[in-house]
């Protein structure tokens, strides 16, 4: 049964990062820009043809209708629909209180992909102004329309799984409606998962006075009503692209192509499923084990660009090289190796996702041994520390494509590392000080005040500053073994509420939650599990305590104890 996603994307910064995605997701599933599936050359060219390995043999040229369906095995449906006339039109609703980029991509040369009744742009068009308080006031106005789209989109859906939210938190709409609109999605939705794909701004070089106000008031509606948030750090993005694109200005359209390639990556296994993590509640679950430190950090390797001349050579790439490299910090898309406590971050948990047709089980099991013997990620000292990986076949069309085009083909292996690290705290930190700053000195409060949720006095702000700070906090504590009683329900009344709270937040009943959990200790293969080890003491503790217990089965069955 498909897990459908559908995606909402508020602002410039939403918008642009979306544009950019769905042309990287038609580009990976064969879908031209009108939303008709390609012609590919990989019947006409037995050598141009992709090796798919033996679970999935050859193509003969026979079985090459335009849907080109069995042998790659792709999931269009997890993201896409079809149209009567079968075209692929994604499941995606664009809100901006400004139509400037909504009309770029109405122009694009993807403008007949989209379903023209899911983008809405504020008829009076001023935007938000960077105000948080005038974004999120402009959800009242709107968001019958907004709920309208997103309700026939779920009802379109056979099962679906989840929404996602792309917005920057700095500035007014994308920070203060995308906030309005999480606010309504879980009593819209109850049952569907989050997730949230968040830009968080360049804290030297920021383009935004008021940045730390909406930041904060948006971090907040992350912490209480996501359930999982992918941080993209500008400040990150763009020493990605200097570093290793080796671009001095980095456009907004080349740190979103870095943007895209990641949240593809991401839902790779959405898409080309195997055995496990084809859906997203698997891969969220196993690596977030208390609801509150649900922000996870991506690293992504090689980097290549068709919009950066220097980012298009080849190079050899092995499944160690990947894997050593999603560990460095150059490659994160969040910059957490700064700051006096650098040294004890770590690890809460880690899903690799590598990519490659040949990849040869061994090698994943040789890298993890090497990663272990050179300490190179260190983890929490309260459960068992584990490398999760998951290996993907690459998109048969991206290959396809560039064999027909003589262009550079994609490389051999690339990776995509999921984490949740304890660094994170240190972005919120360095968000909370530059808050305080002009939080001290009032300035340019009277913008916020004009709006209604200002209107009785600053109290607001100070009660986002306390959810980020509690959130820092809870990170933080997270570094050190009595984190397993962080917080802990002192009855055990407290203990079923907060389970329930938890089976609630899975939008699942115990039971299947039960029976998701076995099923997960038993499936080998995809993911290359080694043999269920025995709970260790640490993982019992944990579940006592109400940790997800699928976060906790899962790193009992993981590939490997570093
Ligand atoms: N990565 C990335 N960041 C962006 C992009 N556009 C804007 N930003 C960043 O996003 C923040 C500003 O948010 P925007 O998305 O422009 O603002 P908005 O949501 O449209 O809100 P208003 O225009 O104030 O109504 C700043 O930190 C920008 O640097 C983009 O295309 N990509
Ligand atoms: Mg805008």
Redesign the pocket.
């Known amino acids: 049964m498909p897990r459908e996603l559908l995606t909402v994307s508020?602002?410039?910064?939403?918008n642009?990062?979306s544009g950019e995605f769905w042309a990287q997701l038609c580009a990976e599933h064969g879908i031209r820009p009108d939303g008709v599936v390609d012609d590919y050359p990989f019947a006409s060219s037995s050598s141009s043809a992709p090796s798919l390995g033996s679970a999935a043999p050859s193509p003969s040229s026979s079985s090459f209708g335009k849907q080109q369906p069995a042998p790659y095995h792709d999931r269009k449906d997890v993201f896409f629909y079809q149209a009567d006339d079968e075209r692929y039109i994604p499941r995606a609703v664009m809100i901006?209180?400004?139509p400037r980029v909504l009309n770029g991509i109405r122009n694009s040369a993807y403008k007949n992909l989209y379903n023209p009744e899911n983008f809405y742009s504020s008829p009076d068009g001023g935007?938000?102004?960077?105000?948080f308080a005038k974004?999120h006031a402009a959800g009242d106005a709107v968001w019958n329309d907004i709920a309208e789209m997103l309700e026939r989109e779920a009802e379109g859906s056979d099962s679906l799984e989840g929404i996602m939210l792309m917005?920057?938190i700095?500035?007014?709409?994308?920070?203060g409606l995308g906030s309005y609109v999480l606010e309504r999605l879980s009593d819209v939705f109850p049952k569907k998962l989050i997730q949230t794909y968040s830009?968080f701004?360049?804290m030297e070089n920021?383009?935004?006075v008021v940045?730390p106000y909406n930041s904060i008031l948006t971090l907040q509606r992350l912490t209480e009503h996501a359930d999982s948030v992918v941080v993209?750090d500008?400040r990150a993005?763009a020493s990605i692209c200097q570093d290793r694109l080796h671009v001095g200005e980095p456009s907004?359209a080349q740190?979103?192509q870095l943007?895209s390639t990641v949240m593809a990556a991401s839902t790779q296994t959405l898409r080309y499923p195997g055995y496990m993590n084809n859906d997203l509640v698997s891969i969220i679950a196993s690596l977030i084990p208390t609801p509150r430190c649900h922000f996870l950090t991506t690293s992504y390797t090689p980097f290549t660009s068709d919009k950066v001349e220097q980012a298009r050579a080849v190079r050899k790439t092995t499944v160690l090289d990947v894997m050593r490299r999603l560990l460095q910090p150059k490659n994160r898309l969040v910059s957490t190796s700064f700051g006096s406590d650098a040294k004890s971050n770590c690890y809460i948990s880690i899903m690799n996702i590598i990519q490659g047709d040949e990849v040869d089980p061994t090698d994943v099991h040789r890298s993890l041994v090497r990663i272990r013997e050179r300490s190179l990620a260190s983890f929490i000292p309260w459960g068992p520390a584990s490398i999760q990986v998951a290996l993907t076949k690459q998109s048969p069309y991206v290959r396809a494509k560039s064999a027909a085009e003589g262009t550079a083909p994609p490389p051999r292996v690339s990776g995509c590392m999921l984490a949740n690290h304890t660094g994170i705290a240190t972005v919120f930190a360095q968000q909370l000080q530059q808050f305080d700053k002009v939080r001290a000195r009032k300035a340019f409060v009277t913008e916020y005040q004009r709006e209604p949720m200002f209107e009785k006095g600053l109290e607001p702000f100070d009660e986002a500053r306390a959810v980020v700070k509690e959130l820092i906090d809870e990170y933080r504590a997270a570094e050190k073994p009595e984190y397993v009683d962080y917080g802990a329900p002192a009855t055990s009344e407290a203990l079923n509420l907060e389970l329930n709270r938890l089976l609630h937040w899975y939008g699942e009943t115990r039971s299947s939650w039960e029976a998701g959990c076995s099923a997960l200790a038993y499936t080998h293969s995809a993911v290359l599990c080694a043999v269920a080890t025995p709970l260790t003491p640490p993982v019992n503790a944990l579940q006592h305590r109400g940790f997800t217990r699928r976060f906790c089965q899962s790193r009992s069955v993981s590939q490997l104890e570093i």
Not at 10 to 14: F, K, L
Not at 127 to 131: D, I, L, M, S
Not at 170 to 175: L, M, Q
């Open positions: 508020a602002g410039q910064a939403g642009q990062i901006d209180l400004e935007g938000a102004g960077n105000n974004g917005h920057s700095a500035g007014g709409t994308g920070a830009v701004p360049h920021s383009d935004v940045q993209l500008n993005l907004f740190t979103n943007c």
